[in-house]
């Protein structure tokens, strides 16, 4: 009986913290695969690193979302509707900083804090689950240094790589890979024939979404397909027309985007360009940021520095 096991990318994973609105309708359906699903130590280490960052940068959003200040003048300060609208505004910031505080706590959780957490644990819990061993991480190191694919975009980091190493060396089946990271979705012969050549005869199939892995696996689900499609509008939406800006002025100066705050002023410098705004009465600059952030087109490193990303260095729809 022919056999084929399943591994999703973390980042499908933690997508889910990011935009889906059923959010664990992708657990339900990989529960019922738990003997074709394999998750690896290396994807477990890297969905707990990455949950981090996306619970802190949504307590960021709520944070600035839930400051809304309402504009008043002598002349409206004692109409009816500003009063409203001020008993209002207080209210919404209230609610944020509840909101924060439930965010901040799932950064250590109880049971039952963060349903997606837990389903995630549960798979561990049922599936195949890799160990990663010494020897993986010294072949992980090696594909780095040689440039043989999957390569992960930090020079620093062996992730991918030893993702890769690990499925090779446990996964003697044939294997999907569910990944919308391009160091997969643009080696794909590479890897099929290497993974062909460790494991002879059995063949490496790599796709974008759970639903087409169920589709494959004559486990078609509606549901999923409903909310990847959902999922998958949201994160080709375009730039706004500043994150655009920002973002072009980045790769053409093949620049940091460096953000200081000197008063009540706020800039964003690329080499020799500098872009300001008045806080707080202006976001147009923090809001593009945040929002190139969310589409994984630069990644903050630090000290108010941000770099690009793979994805956000081959990022080309500007108008010439």
């Known amino acids: 009986m022919k056999v084929t096991k399943l591994f999703v990318d ?15 309708s992708l657990f339900e359906e990989l529960k019922k695969l738990k003997d074709k699903l394999i998750i690896s130590e290396q994807g477990y280490r890297e969905f707990q690193r990455n949950r981090t960052a996306q619970l802190i940068n949504l307590a960021k959003e709520i944070k600035k979302t839930s400051s809304i200040s309402i504009f008043t003048t002598a002349v409206v300060r004692d109409m009816v509707e500003h009063q409203k609208a001020t008993r209002l505004q207080s209210e919404v910031h209230k609610l944020g900083k509840e909101l924060e505080r439930k965010i901040n706590a799932m950064l250590e959780p109880k049971p039952g804090d963060d349903p997606v957490l837990d389903a995630y644990e549960n798979l561990t819990k049922i599936c195949t689950f890799i160990e990663t061993e010494e020897k993986l991480i010294t072949k992980a190191k090696t594909r780095k240094i040689l440039g043989n694919p999957p390569i992960s975009p930090d020079r620093h980091s062996v992730c991918d790589e030893l993702l890769w190493e690990e499925l090779l060396e446990f996964c003697d089946e044939d ?107 202006e976001h147009h600059l923090t809001d593009a940021i945040d929002e190139l952030m969310k589409m994984k087109l630069i990644v903050d490193v630090g000290d108010g520095v941000y770099e690009l990303t793979e994805q956000g260095r081959a990022y080309e729809p500007f108008d010439d």
């Open 175 to 281: 294997l999907i890979i569910v990944s919308n990271d391009k160091t997969f979705t643009e080696n794909k012969k590479i890897l099929r024939d290497e993974f062909a050549s460790v494991n002879c005869g059995k063949s490496l199939t790599i796709v974008k979404s759970v639903s087409d892995a169920l589709n494959i696996l004559g486990a078609v689900s509606d549901r999923l397909e409903s909310v990847e499609a959902d999922m998958d509008l949201n994160s080709r939406k375009p730039p706004s027309r500043m994150a655009d800006s920002i973002l072009e002025i980045a790769i053409r100066k093949s620049s940091q985007i460096i953000s200081k705050v000197q008063g009540n002023f706020f800039t964003l410098t690329m080499k020799n360009v500098t872009l300001g705004q008045t806080l707080p009465d």
């Open 10 to 24: 973390t980042n499908i994973y933690l997508d889910f913290y990011r935009g889906a609105r059923d959010r664990l």
